[in-house]
């Protein structure tokens, strides 16, 4: 009897010339990537590094900041917006929090807006860090462009209409996350994130300069994720997943200290969560439901009630 094959050892990237070169290739190779792992790498994506660079250090400049001047800026956190601090975050059936503080910057809206009871205005540290809202504000707006081309290559890979998602997520309540694990012991605790899913439709993660991302395999084993550098790590949210069926799988992930070397390194990485409209219907997409695969879920919800039940089990709300 022959074994069966064993998975390899890492996600081969996609490069984002084919969006424009060859868009069905692209899409096939995007969407067979998310089938199989939950995840995709998207090289040569052409956001320009030296911006990225720019709103990185301003990150970090923020959170090299005293406590109590972080401390401003954290807000009601339903509001998803701001400073959030160490000791809150908390994966779903864990009960020691992550090892991180963040901050989020989200969708400005115009005033009277339907969403601006949920949708908040931004906070920005202007006067601790100049720099800081021309260019997290100009990374939001860069990946949320992105976003769209990778929904485009999704909705193809699903048999949909190409923009079948622009107007599912125009107005979404997505959010930029600048995260910041800090050094710890050489004998410190092995996880700095907890195994957990991500709630949204997808993910965008630009590099992190410290290893540790880490996404289960189809045989329980664990991969550790390293992009190549200049690289994007995409991967399915729980709304997508839900949308599909799971045809589309969102895959449990987490993040890993480093070797005992790096350990006295910070983390810092920029995960870009997109989101549907808030009133957007989530929905089990007929083409996901067949005889093998009936529907998971037949009663409908909101994308902000979904997210709203979910913050809640995670602290957030």
């Known amino acids: 009897m022959s074994q069966a094959p064993t998975l390899p050892r890492t996600i081969a990237p996609v490069s984002f010339t084919g969006f424009s070169r060859d868009f069905s290739g692209f899409s096939k190779a995007l969407g067979d990537s998310f089938a ?60 020691h929090y992550d090892l991180k503080e963040f901050w989020h910057v989200g969708r400005d809206l115009p005033a009277g807006h339907r969403y601006r009871d949920h949708m908040p205005d931004n ?10 809202r021309e260019t997290v504000g100009w990374l939001f707006g860069a990946l949320d462009e992105m976003g769209l081309k990778v929904l485009e290559a999704i909705a193809v890979w699903l048999g949909l209409d190409r923009h079948f998602f622009d107007p599912t997520v125009n107005e979404g309540n997505s959010i ?19 195994a957990h899913e991500d709630i949204n439709v997808i993910t965008l993660l630009l590099g992190a300069e410290e290893a540790g991302l880490e996404v289960i395999e189809k045989d329980g084993g664990w991969l550790p994720i390293n992009p190549p550098p200049g690289s994007l790590v995409c991967n399915i949210g729980d709304m997508l997943q839900r949308l599909t069926n799971h045809k589309l799988p969102s895959t449990t992930h987490r993040v890993v200290n480093p070797a005992p070397e790096r350990r006295g390194f910070p983390r810092y990485s920029t995960p870009f969560f ?27 919800i909101t994308a902000d009630a979904y997210l709203q039940e979910r913050l809640r089990e995670i602290k957030l709300a």
Do not use: M
């Open 274 to 300: 997109l989101h549907f409209n808030s009133d957007y219907l989530i929905e089990t997409l007929p083409s996901c439901i067949d005889a093998q695969h009936p529907d998971r879920y037949p009663t409908p």
């Open 36 to 95: 199989r792992y939950g995840f995709a790498v998207i090289s040569d994506h052409g956001i320009a590094q030296a911006k990225i660079d720019a709103a990185n250090e301003a990150a970090k400049r923020f959170f090299a900041l005293p406590e109590d001047a972080k401390r401003r800026y954290k807000l009601p956190v339903s509001g998803q917006r701001g400073y959030t601090p160490f000791g809150v975050e908390t994966a779903k059936g864990e009960t």
């Open 123 to 132: 906070v920005w540290p202007d006067a601790e860090v100049a720099e800081f």
């Open 176 to 194: 930029l996350r600048l995260l910041h694990y800090p050094p710890v012991p050489k004998d410190g605790p092995h996880i700095r994130a907890a």
